[in-house]
């Protein structure tokens, strides 16, 4: 069964840090690019982050840039999110989702924006909160 599963969040002071999990399952992470969003209440849900299938690109919001670190190790089909500096702002759902990208060409491609995104997982809440 093909699967993403999000792990690592919780309740952290401001300023403070966590990293994110997303292991995926029954299929092959390395042929696709991963990203990251976050749904906040009465907001829509807002890419913050991704990462080419191999690694070698990467992409970040405006809002996360400079703080945020995603990275992926294909060896254990997990990509994380290294979230550094948090703001009462960062508080959402966080969601990671993956889109397969096999041909060569698209190397070094990833997607912000949740569509044609092949797999979601279910999410895992940071709440950012003194």
């Known amino acids: 069964q093909l699967q993403l599963v999000e792990s690592g969040g919780g309740l952290v002071q401001p300023g403070g840090s966590l990293r994110l999990s997303c292991s995926a399952s029954g299929f092959t992470s390395n042929v696709y690019a991963m990203t990251w969003f976050r749904q906040a209440p009465g907001n829509e849900r807002e890419a913050i982050s991704c990462i080419s299938k191999n690694g070698n690109s990467t992409n970040y919001a405006d809002s996360v840039n400079g703080r945020f670190t995603i990275f992926r190790d294909n060896a254990k089909n997990t990509v994380y999110l290294q979230m550094n500096s948090l703001e009462p702002g960062d508080t959402a759902v966080y969601y990671c989702?993956?889109?397969?990208?096999?041909?060569?060409?698209?190397?070094?491609?990833?997607?912000?924006?949740?569509?044609?995104?092949?797999?979601w997982g279910k999410g895992t809440l940071v709440t950012v909160s003194s």
């Open positions: 989702a993956a889109r397969g990208l096999s041909a060569p060409y698209l190397s070094r491609v990833c997607i912000m924006s949740p569509t044609g995104m092949n797999y």
